[in-house]
């Protein structure tokens, strides 16, 4: 029984390693993504500014996604 | 409540902050997850202010002022003016016969005052040695992160207008 709930505690914990690291690299995406645009602003370079809030807004929905799916399954990781 | 702690054989500490580590583990690394959400939403709210700053920034309307006779200077001479403002000097150089160009006289890199050098045929920063081409203003060598901006030429009767910066 201690066996199986070690098991289930280790993969809940694997998926949230997962999630954390996919969290990251949207994020690292994210600051690459916001300085360029600034840079491109800045020169009055605009064409780029529309897809990159677009891409960006969907890296936070996949951010957002992540975070509610390490919650889920930190909880089913901890129901007896 | 004992005002004395009851025997125990734990340590003190281990009375008092009684959360397995692995449990403390789990809510930490929820929380930085949750935390780099937020970060996450900064970014996109920088996004989104930068669109915002775009769309909403008008473009800006320059007057339209003569800088030159046409025929005024010669082939491969220059005249300096001043435009949109007195404060911003701008560079108009005779390429040909009918062929006029005109940029602003600030470098991109640090503000310098660029000079149109006709042996090299290029617009030349003596600052850090930063070359633009006459032809459109593009960067040919040196630090300037940007071409120059370009100042739009129109023609009406004899006089040379300038009506718009292009890239500034």
Known sequence: ?80 | MPLLRSPSKEPLWKDEFSVFTSDERYVTRRQFTKFLTLASLGMFVGNLWILAKAYFTKTPSFPSVAVAEVGEIPIRGLKLFAYPTPQDHCILIRTGEEEYVAYSQECTHLSCAVYFSAKEDRLECPCHQGFFSVKDGSVLQGPPPRPLPRIILETDGPRLLAVGVKGS
């Open chain 1, 1 to 80: 029984m201690a066996n199986l709930e070690r098991r289930k505690r280790r993969r809940g914990l694997v998926a949230i390693n997962g999630a954390m690291t996919l969290i990251v690299i949207f994020l690292v995406a994210q600051v690459w993504l916001l300085s360029a645009t600034l840079e491109t602003f800045f020169a009055g370079h605009t064409g780029a500014v529309l897809p990159a809030a677009i891409f960006s807004g969907l890296a936070f929905l996949g951010c957002m996604a992540l975070n509610l799916l390490v919650t889920r399954v930190d909880q089913e990781s901890r129901k007896p």
